[in-house]
């Protein structure tokens, strides 16, 4: 800020050498450039992911341990006490005094003086109801998992938690397929919304800071294949299974029929647990998932197109001749 002050200073006493009409419709384009990059992050994921769950990552390689990495060094401080004055006085494993005579061990205290290595990875972690963590089986899985991520079920977009049940369902239809919800909200909160909203697939627990390290958005959707993390989406970009294929929720709605009195019998008998019906491949929807930007890409595609426009502006302000603000 001195600089800034020196400049500041002397602000008057150089003469003006551009056109300000230009200068000032540079400035303000900035600024506009700027506002309209923050907001498009903040309505959609960002579009530099720095956070440990970028698309790309291997969670399995993020979560461990070098084993050449160094780990935490510690201190540790004994605090002996004096017999002859009654004073206490702090030493180290190397220097404290072995007379046990004239010194009294009182205490020890371990500190922290140096941070080992930390894997970017380290606090992944799904819970189902009984406590079990299904991690392992998730970065296991050949297959696709979809884990839709919301840190607070009350500030989360009903409309996004509706359409999520579609998802849900196509578990039905696709065998290479796993449908997720994990919330960080107690289980109070999670049963009342999800009865108000009449959500049909059940809650996973997570802990909401590493939730807000996966995705941001309020939900967010993250599709897994292998423990590599394929995509990631927020709400408003995530589509849609008719967006998806027209033909998936009709698909949906015959594997919803009621079964039969035989298929019933089956299912008590405890010959099968359920259906997977498998009349088609997730794998083949992957390609155009990954690629549907939707509102960012809308989005984007305006923001693109204002800066076009005021950079043409900006050649055409080159022409005006100087006018005086």
Same mark, same amino acid.
């Given at each position: 800020?001195?600089?800034?002050?020196?400049?500041?200073?002397?602000?008057?006493?150089?003469?003006?050498?551009?056109?300000?009409?230009?200068?000032?419709?540079?400035?303000?384009?900035?600024?506009?450039?700027?506002?309209?990059?923050?907001?498009?992050?903040?309505?959609?994921?960002?579009?530099?992911?720095?956070?440990?769950?970028?698309?790309?990552?291997?969670?399995?390689?993020?979560?461990?341990?070098?084993?050449?990495?160094?780990?935490?060094?510690?201190?540790?401080?004994?605090?002996?006490?004096?017999?002859?004055?009654?004073?206490?006085?702090?030493?180290?494993?190397?220097?404290?005094?072995?007379?046990?005579?004239?010194?009294?061990?009182?205490?020890?205290?371990?500190?922290?003086?140096?941070?080992?290595?930390?894997?970017?990875?380290?606090?992944?972690?799904?819970?189902?109801?009984?406590?079990?963590?299904?991690?392992? *089986? &998730? $970065?296991?899985?050949?297959? %696709?998992?979809?884990?839709? !991520?919301? @840190?607070?079920?009350?500030? =989360?977009?009903?409309?996004?938690?509706?359409?999520?049940?579609?998802?849900?369902?196509?578990?039905?239809?696709?065998?290479?397929?796993?449908?997720?919800?994990?919330?960080?909200?107690?289980?109070?909160?999670?049963?009342?919304?999800?009865?108000?909203?009449?959500?049909?697939?059940?809650?996973?627990?997570?802990?909401?800071?590493?939730?807000?390290?996966?995705?941001?958005?309020?939900?967010?959707?993250?599709?897994?294949?292998?423990?590599?993390?394929?995509?990631?989406?927020?709400?408003?970009?995530?589509?849609?299974?008719?967006?998806?294929?027209?033909?998936?929720?009709?698909?949906?709605?015959?594997?919803?029929?009621?079964?039969?009195?035989?298929?019933?019998?089956?299912?008590?008998?405890?010959?099968?647990?359920?259906?997977?019906? *498998? &009349? $088609?491949?997730?794998?083949? %929807?992957?390609?155009?998932? !990954?690629? @549907?930007?939707?509102?960012? =890409?809308?989005?984007?595609?305006?923001?693109?197109?204002?800066?076009?426009?005021?950079?043409?502006?900006?050649?055409?302000?080159?022409?005006?001749?100087?006018?005086?603000?």
């Amino acid at each position: 800020m001195v600089f800034v002050l020196i400049l500041f200073s002397g602000r008057k006493k150089e003469k003006g050498s551009g056109q300000p009409a230009r200068e000032w419709l540079i400035l303000s384009v900035a600024y506009a450039g700027l506002i309209l990059f923050s907001l498009w992050n903040y309505r959609h994921l960002p579009m530099l992911d720095f956070r440990p769950y970028d698309v790309g990552t291997v969670i399995k390689e993020a979560m461990e341990i070098p084993d050449d990495a160094p780990g935490d060094e510690y201190e540790t401080i004994l605090v002996y006490k004096n017999l002859d004055d009654g004073r206490e006085q702090e030493f180290s494993l190397a220097d404290y005094p072995k007379d046990t005579i004239q010194w009294k061990f009182v205490s020890s205290d371990s500190k922290l003086i140096k941070k080992g290595y930390a894997p970017p990875i380290h606090d992944f972690a799904i819970m189902d109801e009984y406590g079990n963590n299904l991690v392992e *089986g &998730i $970065l296991a899985d050949p297959d %696709y998992t979809l884990l839709m !991520i919301t @840190k607070d079920m009350e500030k =989360a977009n009903p409309q996004a938690l509706e359409q999520a049940g579609q998802w849900s369902d196509l578990e039905l239809l696709a065998d290479d397929f796993t449908f997720m919800a994990v919330s960080a909200s107690t289980t109070e909160a999670v049963q009342a919304i999800s009865s108000s909203l009449g959500l049909p697939y059940p809650f996973l627990a997570g802990d909401e800071i590493m939730l807000k390290t996966m995705v941001r958005s309020n939900p967010g959707f993250m599709l897994i294949s292998d423990g590599i993390v394929l995509e990631k989406w927020g709400f408003r970009d995530f589509p849609s299974l008719s967006e998806l294929d027209p033909t998936l929720l009709e698909k949906l709605e015959n594997a919803a029929a009621p079964i039969s009195e035989e298929e019933q019998l089956l299912m008590e008998a405890g010959v099968y647990e359920g259906f997977s019906f *498998g &009349i $088609l491949e997730f794998s083949s %929807y992957v390609p155009d998932l !990954i690629y @549907k930007k939707g509102a960012s =890409a809308i989005e984007k595609g305006v923001i693109i197109s204002f800066i076009l426009g005021i950079g043409v502006l900006i050649a055409l302000a080159g022409l005006i001749s100087p006018i005086e603000l």
